[in-house]
């Protein structure tokens, strides 16, 4: 009370608990606003789609809620091949079921695969004699060189090229709902992890400068386009408005329950089987939605083979690897690196290593985004090395079940997420939500991280979980951490932002398995509020 002043604005919160705002440390908030927009193929209990039955209504739906006219797109986000009941994706066949007039085109819950229809197929020009890209695949129909439909990693971004650019009116109104979103769910700092165009960074430049950002958004370009969207980083890495870069984002795999997570140890189910390969046994291998059975009737994917399909990196050359967290030292850039399988882990710390050697002494902060099955031994690397995870906790959630009968068995499923391994370390680490592959909401990653509940109600790793408070610093000053802004956010300090979330109930104080349900009250963003329920 010593600094109230004549103006001060005093508030009773009656017992409620406030702490600081959420720093949200991994997720695209744009595309968030996208998927607000087009319809939701998301299973239970994110969405209703548990069919293909299901999924195609869901097209036909949002085709006639559209109006579309034909050559215009049906879109669709948020499906998950192993939580449906035919326990595979929908191929060309299926979509055109929805249209032969429109393009369809469905993303995976996992962002790393695609779906679409014979029309989009040949919008884009893929057809039997387009080979692989370098980083992905075109699933092919059984016995031919003819594409499925479906779209691994980097083949993706050969739709990407064609499909529909909002208006820039379209583009602000879709991040403005997303901020609100965001705010509402208690953050005040969000990411933008995945840019792919300078058309991207001065859209959110312009809402900076009009002031229609309510809360702070940190864009990391793709390694793709980073030259060029990094190359006045000493500017741009400064909050211009509510909008600044954070700097590299590298690709070095991808989606565990994609099969396309590049793994030390084979997957538990191979794919295009339906049984364990028998090797839950790996001493060396301590280790993403609702509870499923192995695909049983979709094609082998390309790169399996006998029993000893391991997923693959997107980058496939240790060198380029290597060069690019190089190029991030040499220049100054902060580095968020993604993870997902082990194997890809190993190169990133093969690649950190070299680059530490060549331009040693400064504080780097290295960020594994995901980091879902790293081992004892690479989290010894990690510590050494000043690196920093952000693990994605709300998986064991909603992806555990499928995980340990699957695609890790298990052993390596109990380790998913290893926060108390890490914490016995002294590593700093988060807990993110990836929106929008699972919900925008900060206290399921903590509710997940101090339960390890999976959605059939079953614990997955109880040595695992970590306590109550130590969640809460991975979502807030933990987050600021790894953006380099410890020193003005992430905790209630003289000197930093009043960033607030008013929360109904203490979460220090209540059952753990009753956290996720605590509401979001109020948002406050240097000290104006900008969300109340």
Known sequence: ?????????????????????????????????????????????????????????????????????????????GYDDTAMAEKRHPTREDLDEVSSENP???LHISAHLAAVNSKALEIAGIDENTPDPEGGVFQRLPGSKVPSGVMEELAMFSLFAVLPTPSEEEAIKEIEDAVAYYASQGTTTAHDAALKSPGQVALFRKMADEGRLDIDVVGWPLFSVADQMLANFERDRVYRGRFRLGGLKLLLDGSIQGYTAFLSQPYHVQPGTDEPVGRDDIGEVDQLLVQGSAPTDSPPLPRAEGDDYRGYPTIESQEEVTGWLKKAYEKGWPAQVHTNGDAATDMLIAAVREAEAAYPGQDRRVVIVHAQTMREDQLDAAAELGMSPTF?????????DRHRDIFLGPERAARSNPMRSALDRGIVFTGHHDAPVTPADMLVPIWAAVNRVTASGEVLGPEQRIPAIEAIRAATINGAYQLFEEETKGSIEVGKLADFVVLSENPLAIDPMTIRDIQVLETIKEGKTIFKL
């Not at 600081?20 to 969405?47: I, R």
């Not at 994605?392 to 555990?400: A, D, T």
């Open 104 to 106: 369809v085109f469905c």
């Open 392 to 400: 994605f906790p709300g998986h064991v959630y909603y992806w555990g």
């Open 1 to 77: 009370m010593q600094w109230r002043g004549n103006t001060t604005e005093l508030t009773d919160l009656k017992g409620k608990t406030a702490l600081p705002g959420f720093v949200e440390p991994h997720s695209h908030l744009s595309f968030v606003g996208v998927k607000l927009t087009v319809a939701n193929l998301s299973p239970p209990p994110m969405g209703p789609i548990g069919s293909l039955k299901d999924l195609k209504q869901a097209l036909c739906e949002y085709k006639d809620s559209k109006d579309l006219r034909p050559g215009d797109w049906i879109m669709g986000m």
